[in-house]
């Protein structure tokens, strides 16, 4: 009891810190994280505040048009709970971030109570705080994204009950009304729809089946009627733009995936040398390395991941994801891969590695050690990512 009192208090203690290093980077950045997607949500979540429902005005001309290059889901949530609260939609979403991060919290506490502030630490790495520090619909994405691979993976372990499959039809929704590639996750009622019709489970199979079904009916109804009230299905056309060389395309991708995986601070060809960056990721090569080592020598680490359902499920989620986006991205190039479209891969698999690795038994002091260097590594990346000029020029300022 005692030690889940102090996970608790870890846990309880990290989302303060990490709620105080957010709101201090929206203040002292120049734009307040606002980009301009994030804008174009302000704007339809203020448009609907102000009764004009979802037409926003015409760029450099009069009249509105309407708004159908993102789904409505972020701008709504944020319209919502600007109602609730009587904050302005601005402040609105970024409160509304620090919620979702909240939730990912207790949903990881329901995990594994023990070692939740361990799994929560992910948090603090560099991708993930730029995602909760902008107003971008990727924010919720993720908590969707966390909770599909918990409920999917009861499912998988034969606790497909009515509810179950009534929460995944709600999660897969939300995520296609929160960003249209989130159509990639009515993948996943129908895996678990053809696994249950392996097993002769043809209930449940047929459940899942007729979920799946209804998600595209319900994808194809939203899509027409962008077609018929702005003329694309999506806004604009997305497919007459020329896309890189096959060549230029992998060598994106590649440094794409390389920065998702550097925790603390990306490459950037710009900013080199960049010797905080060196520093850092040799740490970061460093503890991998003394993971690896501790660990093969008492478990098999990625049977032990495999076996586990959610972690399993984790990677089964972030790998559809990251096929969907690619496929999306081959034939339309509607933005680079950097860690705003490829962090709802990376972040699933973090989760389910870590939780692989806090489920291994604590039979020796060398496991324990390694689940407390993991946390005290992404608390370092939390740290290290306060805006440190912002900091210097104050200190000499005082001095």
């Given at each position: 009891m005692e030690k889940s009192r102090r996970a608790d208090l870890l846990l309880l203690l990290l989302y303060t810190v990490m709620v105080a290093v957010i709101l201090f980077r929206l203040n002292v950045h120049g734009s307040g994280y606002v980009s301009p997607d994030s804008q174009a949500y302000l704007d339809l979540a203020q448009n609907i505040k102000d009764g004009h429902g979802f037409y926003v005005p015409n760029e450099g001309t009069a009249g509105r048009h309407y708004f159908s290059a993102w789904p409505v889901g972020y701008p709504v949530l944020?319209?919502?709970?600007?109602?609730?609260?009587?904050?302005?939609?601005?402040?609105?979403?970024?409160?509304?971030?620090?919620?979702?991060?909240?939730?990912?919290?207790?949903?990881?506490?329901?995990?594994c109570r023990q070692y939740a502030f361990v799994l929560a630490s992910?948090?603090?790495?560099?991708?993930?705080?730029?995602?909760?520090?902008?107003t971008w619909s990727e924010a919720p994405f993720l908590l969707g994204l966390l909770l599909l691979a918990y409920v999917a993976s009861q499912v998988w372990a034969g606790r497909g009950t009515n509810g179950h499959v009534l929460v995944i039809f709600l999660i897969c929704l939300s995520l296609f009304l929160l960003r249209y590639v989130g159509a990639f996750s009515f993948g996943v009622p129908a895996l678990l729809g053809l696994y249950w019709s392996y097993k002769r489970k043809y209930k449940v199979a047929g459940k899942l089946l007729v979920v799946t079904t209804l998600l595209a009916l319900l994808a194809a109804a939203y899509l027409y009627t962008n077609y018929r009230l702005s003329g694309f299905i999506t806004g604009f056309d997305r497919l007459k733009d020329e896309t890189e060389s096959a060549g230029g395309f992998v060598l994106m991708l590649l440094k794409g995936l390389f920065n998702e995986f550097l925790v603390i601070r990306e490459y950037r060809a710009q900013n080199q040398p960049d010797y905080l960056l060196y520093t850092t990721a040799l740490l970061q090569l460093l503890l991998l390395l003394y993971i690896v080592v501790q660990v093969r020598t008492r478990y098999s680490f990625w049977q032990e991941a495999v076996a586990d359902r959610f972690s399993a499920a984790c990677f089964g989620v972030a790998f559809l994801?990251?096929?969907?986006?690619?496929?999306?991205?081959?034939?339309?190039?509607?933005?680079?891969?950097d860690y705003r479209l490829l962090s709802p891969f990376s972040f699933p698999v973090?989760?389910?590695?870590?939780?692989?690795?806090?489920?291994?038994?604590?039979a020796s002091?060398?496991?324990v050690r390694v689940k407390y260097a993991?946390?005290?590594f992404f608390v370092l990346s939390l740290l290290?990512?306060?805006?440190?000029?912002?900091v210097v020029s104050q200190l000499q300022q005082l001095l």
């Amino acid at each position: 009891m005692e030690k889940s009192r102090r996970a608790d208090l870890l846990l309880l203690l990290l989302y303060t810190v990490m709620v105080a290093v957010i709101l201090f980077r929206l203040n002292v950045h120049g734009s307040g994280y606002v980009s301009p997607d994030s804008q174009a949500y302000l704007d339809l979540a203020q448009n609907i505040k102000d009764g004009h429902g979802f037409y926003v005005p015409n760029e450099g001309t009069a009249g509105r048009h309407y708004f159908s290059a993102w789904p409505v889901g972020y701008p709504v949530l944020i319209y919502l709970f600007s109602q609730v609260t009587s904050l302005d939609v601005y402040w609105a979403s970024k409160i509304l971030n620090l919620l979702f991060i909240g939730a990912g919290f207790l949903l990881l506490r329901h995990l594994c109570r023990q070692y939740a502030f361990v799994l929560a630490s992910v948090y603090g790495a560099y991708t993930y705080l730029e995602v909760y520090s902008f107003t971008w619909s990727e924010a919720p994405f993720l908590l969707g994204l966390l909770l599909l691979a918990y409920v999917a993976s009861q499912v998988w372990a034969g606790r497909g009950t009515n509810g179950h499959v009534l929460v995944i039809f709600l999660i897969c929704l939300s995520l296609f009304l929160l960003r249209y590639v989130g159509a990639f996750s009515f993948g996943v009622p129908a895996l678990l729809g053809l696994y249950w019709s392996y097993k002769r489970k043809y209930k449940v199979a047929g459940k899942l089946l007729v979920v799946t079904t209804l998600l595209a009916l319900l994808a194809a109804a939203y899509l027409y009627t962008n077609y018929r009230l702005s003329g694309f299905i999506t806004g604009f056309d997305r497919l007459k733009d020329e896309t890189e060389s096959a060549g230029g395309f992998v060598l994106m991708l590649l440094k794409g995936l390389f920065n998702e995986f550097l925790v603390i601070r990306e490459y950037r060809a710009q900013n080199q040398p960049d010797y905080l960056l060196y520093t850092t990721a040799l740490l970061q090569l460093l503890l991998l390395l003394y993971i690896v080592v501790q660990v093969r020598t008492r478990y098999s680490f990625w049977q032990e991941a495999v076996a586990d359902r959610f972690s399993a499920a984790c990677f089964g989620v972030a790998f559809l994801y990251l096929g969907a986006i690619l496929a999306l991205r081959i034939v339309s190039r509607f933005d680079e891969l950097d860690y705003r479209l490829l962090s709802p891969f990376s972040f699933p698999v973090f989760i389910g590695l870590l939780y692989t690795l806090v489920k291994l038994p604590d039979a020796s002091r060398e496991i324990v050690r390694v689940k407390y260097a993991l946390f005290c590594f992404f608390v370092l990346s939390l740290l290290v990512n306060v805006p440190k000029n912002y900091v210097v020029s104050q200190l000499q300022q005082l001095l």
